[in-house]
């Protein structure tokens, strides 16, 4: 897919992984909307700003249609974190993981369907948890396995769309430092495991470019393999 004069529709685009994809896309001559629960630091030129609850369907739906149709990419970049083993997860911390990890995807996904273009490309940002799981984060990890099946169903679903969907390792943003102390973190970008938010958004830049189904990136590192 070419970006330039493509509508692209970002959640979490407000910064992170999702404001230096926003960026890559206006550099490239995409129109570039965000959907966030806050608004941006420091707003990107060219890109609009909707700040909008992705848990709730009215709001999403209202700033969609403000958006020039047809939407030719959806990215759902947006996610949360919370760490903890199966049983020690509060039932808060469930409901907020899968409200945000599952739930949005599926609803703006839901809201925009009828607005996408065709042929559109739809990216789901999930994680290397969701391809490998693990005890601890134990509910993020089925949070982003479900996103997998997601994906898959929508893909079932709609054949024409172009389903991707990125796995990605450590990324030093807000999500992966939730719970980690600064020792942790410091050892791990040390040793390299840390990819940066830049460098992720070369890759979704790339991801939605090609024309390849789908896009797993090597888990825990910044290189990536093709998948069918």
């Known amino acids: 897919m070419r970006v330039y004069n493509k509508t692209i529709l970002i959640t979490g685009g407000a910064g992170?992984?999702?404001?230096?994809?926003?960026?890559?896309?206006?550099?490239?001559?995409?129109?570039?909307?965000?959907?966030?629960?806050?608004?941006?630091?420091?707003?990107?030129?060219?890109?609009?700003?909707?700040?909008?609850?992705?848990?709730?369907?009215?709001?999403?739906?209202?700033?969609?249609?403000?958006?020039?149709?047809?939407?030719?990419?959806?990215?759902?970049?947006?996610?949360?974190?919370?760490?903890?083993?199966?049983?020690?997860?509060?039932?808060?911390?469930?409901?907020?993981?899968?409200?945000?990890?599952?739930?949005?995807?599926?609803?703006?996904?839901?809201?925009?369907?009828?607005?996408?273009?065709?042929?559109?490309?739809?990216?789901?940002?999930?994680?290397?948890?969701?391809?490998?799981l693990v005890a601890d984060p134990a509910v993020y990890a089925l949070t982003k396995a479900t996103l997998l099946t997601l994906s898959k169903i929508i893909a079932l679903t709609y054949p024409s769309y172009r389903m991707k969907v990125a796995c990605f390792g450590p990324i030093d943003t807000a999500l992966h430092h939730f719970g980690r102390d600064r020792a942790q973190l410091k050892q791990e970008k040390k040793e390299g495991k840390v990819c940066m938010p830049a460098d992720a958004a070369t890759m979704l830049f790339k991801l939605i470019t090609l024309d390849k189904t789908q896009l797993l990136f090597n888990p825990g590192t910044c290189s990536y393999s093709f998948t069918d």
């Open 16 to 132: 992170g992984v999702g404001g230096a994809l926003a960026q890559k896309c206006v550099s490239a001559g995409a129109r570039v909307f965000s959907l966030d629960i806050r608004p941006p630091e420091a707003p990107i030129e060219g890109v609009t700003y909707y700040t909008v609850d992705i848990t709730k369907s009215v709001a999403i739906c209202k700033a969609i249609k403000k958006i020039p149709h047809p939407i030719h990419c959806l990215v759902n970049n947006a996610g949360v974190m919370r760490r903890g083993k199966i049983f020690e997860t509060s039932e808060a911390d469930w409901d907020f993981l899968f409200s945000i990890n599952v739930k949005a995807p599926w609803l703006v996904t839901k809201c925009a369907q009828p607005f996408l273009a065709r042929n559109a490309t739809i990216v789901s940002v999930s994680s290397k948890h969701g391809v490998h």
